[in-house]
């Protein structure tokens, strides 16, 4: 087994707690800032994915204090098995003045996956996977020197909502489109797994992990989230988020166009673009005024073209970097 690897001269670890919330909002605000980051967590939302279902604190977390206590560098991992796959994502920040911890944390990030991922010689794929936005070309440096190598592009794509909303499409014949309901939960996590089945790195969401990052998220918007349904059965959905914190620090009303999944037997038939079409029309009733995605810009169901078609412009690009264990 390989040893965990410790902090450089001058700086000390232990595992991240609640109360360090804001003090690691402060960190991704100051990276944000910097170097410009797809997200940037708040002090709530930060505290969220701390307390996430499943997170082992002292197992999948690390933060790196200087030598006067102040947090310039975080480790989070979420490790998940599949079938004989075993993978996990890993994310790490260091603070621009701090960036001389970003191999520490890499390093220390791949170690301590490990254990949940299997001994080696274990059958099946044991892998860790971490996203980069592709402008952060140095951050990009750092992984592929650790052996890391990109593997897939995602895009992210924004577009107004206070001009040009998409008209109201019928539906084929058989499917109707209703607002998300409790009792449909179940039927939409099927549905979604269904539909990303064959996409690029998916695992499927197990009941627990749909109820946590879905049904409890408190940016889930349920009012702004649609369902298409066939003889009662989901057969395509996308869901919406509000992220409120995001929002106010921002002076912004934004809504995330959070999935958007349509299963096989049922694509090709014009639903992902009316479901779309009906939550950037809720979302602009509600009064926000912009809307964003993510999306695999090699998508075998060829998303990128809807969502320009629904008048969405990519913004900026993520790269996905995978380093296989042995």
């Given at each position: 087994m390989l040893a965990t690897p410790t902090p450089p001269a001058g700086y000390r670890a232990r595992p991240a707690r609640l109360e360090d919330a804001d003090a690691l909002s402060d960190l991704f605000i100051a990276v944000d800032a910097s170097e410009g980051l797809e997200e940037v967590l708040g002090p709530e939302g930060t505290r969220r994915q701390l307390a996430h279902r499943g997170l082992d604190r002292r197992r999948d977390t690390l933060v790196v204090l200087d030598a006067g206590g102040v947090i310039r560098g975080f480790v989070w991992i979420w490790a998940k098995r599949a079938g004989d796959a075993a993978r996990a994502i890993i994310w790490i920040e260091a603070h621009p003045e701090h960036i001389g911890l970003e191999p520490f944390l890499l390093a220390w990030a791949e170690a301590a996956a490990r254990p949940s991922l299997g001994t080696a010689g274990s059958p099946g794929r044991r892998y860790v996977r971490q996203h980069v936005e592709e402008h952060r070309e140095r951050r990009r440096r750092v992984a592929e020197e650790a052996g890391y190598r990109h593997e897939?592009?995602?895009?992210?794509?924004?577009?107004?909502?206070?001009?040009?909303?998409?008209?109201?499409?019928?539906?084929?014949?058989?499917?109707?489109?209703?607002?998300?309901?409790?009792?449909?939960?179940?039927?939409?996590?099927?549905?979604?797994?269904?539909?990303?089945?064959?996409?690029?790195?998916?695992?499927?969401?197990?009941?627990?992990?749909?109820?946590?990052?879905?049904?409890?998220?408190?940016?889930?918007?349920?009012?702004?989230s649609r369902l298409a349904l066939s003889n009662g059965r989901v057969v395509a959905l996308t869901t919406a988020s509000v992220d409120r914190e995001h929002n106010a620090r921002y002076e912004v009303a934004e809504v995330w166009v959070e999935r958007v999944g349509t299963v096989p037997a049922y694509q090709r038939r014009g639903l992902a673009t009316s479901l779309v079409g009906e939550v950037l029309r809720s979302a602009a009733a509600a009064g926000l005024t912009r809307a964003g995605l993510g999306v695999d810009q090699d998508n075998a169901t060829r998303a990128t073209a809807i969502y320009e078609h629904l008048g969405f412009a990519a913004t900026r690009r993520t790269l996905a970097y995978v380093k296989d264990l042995d």
């Amino acid at each position: 087994m390989l040893a965990t690897p410790t902090p450089p001269a001058g700086y000390r670890a232990r595992p991240a707690r609640l109360e360090d919330a804001d003090a690691l909002s402060d960190l991704f605000i100051a990276v944000d800032a910097s170097e410009g980051l797809e997200e940037v967590l708040g002090p709530e939302g930060t505290r969220r994915q701390l307390a996430h279902r499943g997170l082992d604190r002292r197992r999948d977390t690390l933060v790196v204090l200087d030598a006067g206590g102040v947090i310039r560098g975080f480790v989070w991992i979420w490790a998940k098995r599949a079938g004989d796959a075993a993978r996990a994502i890993i994310w790490i920040e260091a603070h621009p003045e701090h960036i001389g911890l970003e191999p520490f944390l890499l390093a220390w990030a791949e170690a301590a996956a490990r254990p949940s991922l299997g001994t080696a010689g274990s059958p099946g794929r044991r892998y860790v996977r971490q996203h980069v936005e592709e402008h952060r070309e140095r951050r990009r440096r750092v992984a592929e020197e650790a052996g890391y190598r990109h593997e897939r592009t995602f895009v992210e794509m924004w577009r107004p909502l206070t001009e040009g909303l998409p008209a109201p499409a019928s539906l084929p014949p058989g499917i109707e489109s209703v607002p998300w309901s409790g009792d449909l939960a179940e039927g939409a996590r099927l549905a979604t797994n269904e539909a990303f089945a064959s996409h690029w790195d998916s695992m499927p969401a197990t009941p627990e992990d749909w109820q946590a990052r879905v049904c409890d998220d408190p940016n889930f918007r349920p009012d702004l989230s649609r369902l298409a349904l066939s003889n009662g059965r989901v057969v395509a959905l996308t869901t919406a988020s509000v992220d409120r914190e995001h929002n106010a620090r921002y002076e912004v009303a934004e809504v995330w166009v959070e999935r958007v999944g349509t299963v096989p037997a049922y694509q090709r038939r014009g639903l992902a673009t009316s479901l779309v079409g009906e939550v950037l029309r809720s979302a602009a009733a509600a009064g926000l005024t912009r809307a964003g995605l993510g999306v695999d810009q090699d998508n075998a169901t060829r998303a990128t073209a809807i969502y320009e078609h629904l008048g969405f412009a990519a913004t900026r690009r993520t790269l996905a970097y995978v380093k296989d264990l042995d």
